[in-house]
């Protein structure tokens, strides 16, 4: 088991910045990949950045250039460093974690709100 605990989320005006943190704990010798998904009201949930345990980073179209995604192995400890922000990128944040069996863990989530 993976238990993932995240902060940061809050309220920012757009074009603000706000800074993200994940930290895993438990059965972590198994993940591989980290990342953050997003959930606005009456959307799907959707990738908006992903970091492998080597470093390969994946991330939406829709926050290229604006966010950026980091991990601290040692820390065990993902980040989501968001710049420019908008206020399409209200929603809530989930921390993931996927382990070597392909198996999730998520977080329980932390809102992002950006006011125009």
């Known amino acids: 088991q993976v238990q993932l605990v995240e902060s940061g989320g809050g309220l920012v005006q757009a074009g603000g910045s706000l800074g993200l943190s994940c930290a895993a704990s438990g059965s972590i010798n198994g993940i591989n990949a980290m990342g953050w998904y997003r959930q606005a009201p009456g959307k799907q949930r959707e990738l908006v950045a992903a970091i492998t345990r080597g470093g390969t980073t994946n991330y939406a179209n829709s926050v290229k250039g604006r966010f950026s995604i980091s991990r601290d192995n040692a820390k065990n400890t993902v980040y989501l460093q968001m710049n420019s922000l908008k206020p399409e990128d209200t929603a809530v944040y989930y921390c993931?974690?996927?382990?070597?069996?392909?198996?999730?863990?998520w977080g329980k989530g932390t809102l992002v709100t950006v006011s125009s």
């Open positions: 993931n974690a996927e382990t070597s069996r392909l198996v999730d863990y």
